[in-house]
């Protein structure tokens, strides 16, 4: 049986990893190729409950415990490429499972999603590049698998992330802004291809969905529903010149008058879908601190727990549209049929929402806008969207088919690498 490493990922309590986890694993499934999956977690005992019905290990990343001791963890990435670059002419083991799966998989696949960037600072960046170069230094093929990459900024980055993207087998980019950011550092790869993000391929998971309805006493009865999904984060990305504290009350202000706005203009109903529920990023908070300046809250249905993108992708299913401030909530959506409007905060939304699916004018950028702008321009996005929706879903409908194409791509050159390794070996 052969065998994959998922790099780039853990932490699938972020529905947006969990959709491009899933929908890998999912596409491979698909191929009905005989293939044991390894990933590596941040928080290995939360990502084993979530994965429990796949085929799917979880392993401890490591490196992550060391974080806290800057010689402690200098000394154990030292230590890490010493063994595995030994392990290469000897039979060396690690005491490290997670070091270990490097020397045994067949192919190494990287879903750092838009981690191999500057904007999340260099800390984020690094890590995603350690478990990449890891599987490098142990030979084996690595392929990283429809990423956003980019911006880069300073030399010492630009150089570390040169040297080691050159040496994998195959990058494939999910839009084409990032092969601009990769030609800007003067990066250049035989094996770069623009395809689709492996969160298309996500499968809804309908029977659990009926249970989490009836557990959140949520009655799906003839009203329509609007899906709101908001990020516990992207009021720092507002240009309004206030602390972050000031613009959080500032955005939780703006965003319940959106919501009673929503309700008295049109009658339907919200519900509030977290998408991602984590210790440092909480949705299903904010959702709750909206919720609670609301003035017609007998309108509104607040989701309270975590589920996993499967399960919010069939709710997805029953909306009339949805407002998504996380990108793969709104590809969630979108890629069952539904008309979403998005904030962004990254070139990512533009680059796959707009130019290829044709929504570019349902995604309003809010690095250039205060609150109250972003809210206004929301609130017009939003009456268009109403208005368009049946032509809108037909353009969704015909786009989206192309885009899990693109993504079942994704996996035929995964799988064309794993092949390639295994008869090496």
């Not at 490196?63 to 002419?89: H, M, T």
């Not at 969207?385 to 049946?390: H, P, S, V």
Request: net charge positive.
């Amino acid at each position: 049986m052969k065998r994959i490493l998922i790099t780039g990922a853990g932490n699938l309590r972020n529905n947006g990893i969990y959709a491009m986890v899933v929908g890998v694993y999912q596409g491979f499934l698909q191929k009905n190729c005989s293939t044991k999956f390894y990933m590596l977690s941040a928080r290995k005992k939360e990502d084993e409950d979530i994965l429990q019905n796949t085929n799917i290990t979880v392993l401890e990343k490591h490196w992550f415990l060391r974080r806290k001791n800057k010689f402690f963890f200098a000394f154990g990435v030292f230590e890490d490429i010493f063994l595995l670059a030994l392990g290469r002419f000897f039979n060396i083991k690690s005491k490290q499972q997670s070091l270990n799966v490097y020397k045994t998989c067949d192919l190494v696949i990287d879903l750092s999603g838009d981690s191999i960037s500057s904007d999340y600072g260099n800390y984020s960046l690094f890590f995603a590049l350690y478990e990449i170069f890891l599987g490098i230094v142990a030979k084996r093929k690595v392929i990283l698998l429809g990423q956003t990459l980019g911006p880069f900024k300073g030399k010492l980055t630009r150089l570390i992330t040169k040297y080691i993207l050159k040496r994998t087998d195959k990058i494939v980019l999910r839009e084409e802004k990032s092969k601009e950011y990769l030609d800007k550092i003067g990066f250049s790869h035989n094996n770069i291809v623009l395809s689709g993000d492996n969160a298309f391929l996500l499968e809804p998971d309908f029977d659990s969905a009926k249970k989490v309805l009836s557990k959140e006493n949520i009655v799906l009865d003839d009203s329509k529903l609007i899906g709101f999904s908001p990020s516990c984060l992207i009021y720092n990305w507002f240009k309004d010149p206030l602390s972050s504290e000031d613009k959080q009350k500032e955005y939780l202000r703006q965003l319940s008058l959106l919501i009673d706005s929503l309700i008295m203009k049109y009658h339907y109903k919200i519900v509030f879908i977290p998408h991602v529920v984590l210790p440092y990023g909480d949705d299903s908070k904010i959702c709750r601190e909206i919720y609670n300046n609301v003035k017609n809250k007998d309108m509104v249905h607040l989701i309270e727990n975590y589920y996993n993108g499967s399960v919010l992708k069939a709710i997805m299913s029953r909306l009339h549209f949805m407002i998504a401030f996380r990108m793969h909530a709104a590809i969630n959506a979108l890629s069952i049929g539904v008309p979403t409007a998005c904030w962004a905060y990254n070139y990512k939304f533009q680059g796959i929402i707009g130019k290829k699916l044709g929504l570019s004018k349902y995604i309003i950028d809010i690095r250039e806008c205060t609150l109250k702008q972003g809210v206004e321009k929301l609130e017009s996005v939003v009456d268009n969207l109403n208005k368009d929706r049946q032509a809108t879903k037909i353009l969704i409908d015909k786009n989206v088919l192309k885009e899990k194409e693109k993504a079942m791509q994704n996996i035929e050159m995964a799988l064309e690498l794993l092949n390639q390794n295994s008869q090496n070996t």
